[in-house]
């Protein structure tokens, strides 16, 4: 994983490329990350298992520079698409979108079909409501307060399921929670994610579409991805016994879904819902 810069619009996007030695032109996938993360912190263990079998692109986000307006979605999007253009121009990619990365991803495909081949959705959502503005509101509460101690144990809490916070120790998640960063450009996301409405562009989407749902997610909770199911005509779903935090609690499990996507996108027809794994 070794980080590499572009210039897109006066912005440096920091961006990782494992190139392609496999001579697989039409295999590039492309990771985009979710609120206030990066390819480090959420794709850690996903980046170099995925990059193992095709060429894994992923983009990090970057702050808007000199602008005294909120964060945009347009902003990202922007931002994932003129990077792709940059990179590999005139190719189609299998995009995806992680939590905000999924929405981000969405509206993306929706836009632009002619950059995305297939659509893999963990964690995302359409529209914001109410349940997610309340724990925003938490948030945003604890971050004025000044308090990162309770604000690492709050996102904590919100971000793991219980199934898995019930068989560790504070000990045990300690480290995860010091490496948490809060800064202004987190707080723009974090802003993001309460005005964030996709309805009116989610179904356009024509691209194959894979939906990855957690089942003990509290910060999207199932009936979202449940919505992009519905709303998107060539999608199929799924699901992982998980919190939020997939790309922490079972990565190996999303990664199995991600591949078999990504080597059989037939296997499943468009409507299905496709069994969970059992140990």
Known sequence: MIPRTIGVNGTEITYYDSMDTRNHPDDVMVLVHGTAGSTASHFSFLYPVLAAR?????IDWAPVP??????????????????????????????????????????????????VDRLILVAGWITTDLQQLLRNDVWHALRAAGDEDALRR??????????????????????GMDAMVFDTFGDQQMDLNRRIDISAEVEQISASTLIVSCTHDQM???????????????SRFVEIHTGHAVVFERPSELSHHIQQFMD???????????????P
Do not use: K, W
Not at 54 to 58: D, L, N, S, T
Not at 81 to 105: C, D, F
């Open 264 to 278: 059989q996108p037939e296997r499943y027809d468009a409507g299905t819902v496709i069994p969970t794994p059992e």
């Open 220 to 234: 999207v909770p199932t009936r979202h991805q449940l919505a992009l199911f519905g709303a998107i005509e060539d």
């Open 54 to 58: 095709q060429r894994v692109i992923a």
């Open 154 to 175: 709050y996102s904590t809490f919100c971000a793991f399921g219980g199934p898995f916070l019930s068989q560790r120790t504070l000990t045990d998640m300690r480290p």
């Open 66 to 115: 000199e602008s005294d307006q909120p964060l945009e979605l347009d902003d990202l999007v922007n931002q994932v698409s003129t990077t792709l253009e940059a990179l590999i121009p005139g190719r189609r990619v299998v995009l995806v979108g992680y939590s905000l990365g999924a929405v981000v991803s969405a509206a993306l495909a929706a836009r632009r079909p002619d950059l």
